[in-house]
């Protein structure tokens, strides 16, 4: 079976990120007004926030990233596309560059998958100061092989996330000192979509009976959810506890903001290791790592940590 950071991956879920990657209908940020045909579907921003889209389109098009100067977005497929006039074509394909919209590759980086469908491949092209991009959509990634689509669809996940799931390294006497079970079940797994976060992997970690873990793990936590599954489980807040080191053991670490809006958070499962999912998209793992290696992933962020660990009387009854 193959392996992604860590994690096996089976050829459904494969099938599963192919799908999730691209939407036949495509978004195309926009600043202003173009002649676009009068039935094509056009949103404002504030339409577009209102719409509840799958959170695993959200992410695979980055559109929290997209600039606040997109004032529309049109919905094309392919076909809608290539019967635009070429300017506004260009002028749709320079936008999501300039916009920051996900989906938009340089060249050099890419060239080398698209050698089926080089010529095609140049309709959905930009240069922008020199640089040439690729504006992908369904069109261009269906005239790809299955094993060139597998090779993008690998470095595109691995692209921002070099670290691998160290659960299959473990022994069974390892894995039999930790305490909660639902942690083995998913280590070094990715949920079928987006929505899964930091807040549910951690609250599942902590929790014992295991098709209730399996049910938070799959949902998508608000921190008031989170924090109140803490509290029922016995994990308060530890005041003053801000020394992190390896010794750390049956702790939930939580990264908070300057206003002390929780950001992220994980279990230290002790021994040195976490369970950690770095964010809510269907492109990342919960994996199990060493402790000093994900302070380091997430030293560069401006937030403060915060410990909670569980209550004696909690610990007294289980």
């Given at each position: 079976?193959?392996?992604?950071?860590?994690?096996?991956?089976?050829?459904?879920?494969?099938?599963?990120?192919?799908?999730?990657?691209?939407?036949?209908?495509?978004?195309?940020?926009?600043?202003?007004?173009?002649?676009?045909?009068?039935?094509?579907?056009?949103?404002?921003?504030?339409?577009?926030?209102?719409?509840?889209?799958?959170?695993?389109?959200?992410?695979?098009?980055?559109?929290?990233?997209?600039?606040?100067?997109?004032?529309?977005?049109?919905?094309?497929?392919?076909?809608e596309f290539d019967a635009l006039a070429p300017a506004t074509q260009r002028s749709l394909l320079a936008a999501q560059h300039e916009l920051r919209r996900r989906q938009v590759y340089l060249w050099e980086q890419v060239e080398h998958f698209l050698r089926p469908c080089i010529e095609q491949a140049e309709s959905r092209c930009i240069t922008v100061s020199g640089e040439k991009y690729l504006v992908l959509d369904t069109k261009i990634w269906r005239l790809l092989t299955d094993e060139l689509r597998q090779r993008w669809l690998i470095e595109f996940i691995t692209k921002d996330n070099r670290l691998d799931c160290l659960a299959s390294t473990l022994s069974e006497a390892e894995w039999s000192?930790?305490?909660?079970?639902?942690?083995?079940?998913?280590?070094?797994?990715?949920?079928?979509?987006?929505?899964?976060?930091?807040?549910?992997?951690?609250?599942?970690?902590?929790?014992?009976?295991?098709?209730?873990?399996?049910?938070?793990?799959?949902?998508?936590l608000h921190q008031e959810t989170f924090f109140q599954g803490?509290?029922?489980?016995?994990?308060?807040?530890?005041?003053?506890?801000?020394?992190l080191n390896p010794d750390l053991q049956d702790v939930v670490l939580v990264w908070q903001d300057q206003h002390g809006t929780a950001q992220h958070a994980c279990y230290v499962i002790g021994n040195n290791l976490v369970l950690n999912k770095n964010s809510q998209s269907w492109f990342t793992p919960r994996q199990l790592l060493h402790l000093d290696t994900l302070l380091d992933d997430w030293k560069d962020e401006p937030f403060e940590i915060v410990v909670y660990r569980r209550d004696q009387e909690t610990l007294f009854h289980t």
């Amino acid at each position: 079976m193959l392996s992604v950071l860590g994690c096996p991956v089976s050829e459904m879920l494969l099938a599963q990120w192919s799908s999730l990657f691209l939407c036949d209908a495509a978004p195309y940020f926009f600043t202003d007004d173009l002649t676009l045909p009068n039935e094509t579907l056009v949103l404002s921003r504030k339409a577009l926030s209102e719409n509840q889209f799958d959170l695993s389109y959200t992410d695979s098009y980055a559109v929290y990233a997209v600039s606040p100067d997109a004032k529309w977005v049109a919905f094309l497929t392919p076909a809608e596309f290539d019967a635009l006039a070429p300017a506004t074509q260009r002028s749709l394909l320079a936008a999501q560059h300039e916009l920051r919209r996900r989906q938009v590759y340089l060249w050099e980086q890419v060239e080398h998958f698209l050698r089926p469908c080089i010529e095609q491949a140049e309709s959905r092209c930009i240069t922008v100061s020199g640089e040439k991009y690729l504006v992908l959509d369904t069109k261009i990634w269906r005239l790809l092989t299955d094993e060139l689509r597998q090779r993008w669809l690998i470095e595109f996940i691995t692209k921002d996330n070099r670290l691998d799931c160290l659960a299959s390294t473990l022994s069974e006497a390892e894995w039999s000192q930790i305490e909660y079970p639902s942690i083995r079940s998913l280590a070094g797994t990715f949920a079928f979509r987006s929505g899964p976060n930091c807040f549910s992997t951690t609250l599942a970690a902590i929790t014992q009976q295991q098709a209730t873990a399996e049910t938070i793990a799959n949902f998508w936590l608000h921190q008031e959810t989170f924090f109140q599954g803490l509290a029922q489980r016995g994990y308060r807040l530890s005041v003053g506890d801000t020394i992190l080191n390896p010794d750390l053991q049956d702790v939930v670490l939580v990264w908070q903001d300057q206003h002390g809006t929780a950001q992220h958070a994980c279990y230290v499962i002790g021994n040195n290791l976490v369970l950690n999912k770095n964010s809510q998209s269907w492109f990342t793992p919960r994996q199990l790592l060493h402790l000093d290696t994900l302070l380091d992933d997430w030293k560069d962020e401006p937030f403060e940590i915060v410990v909670y660990r569980r209550d004696q009387e909690t610990l007294f009854h289980t």
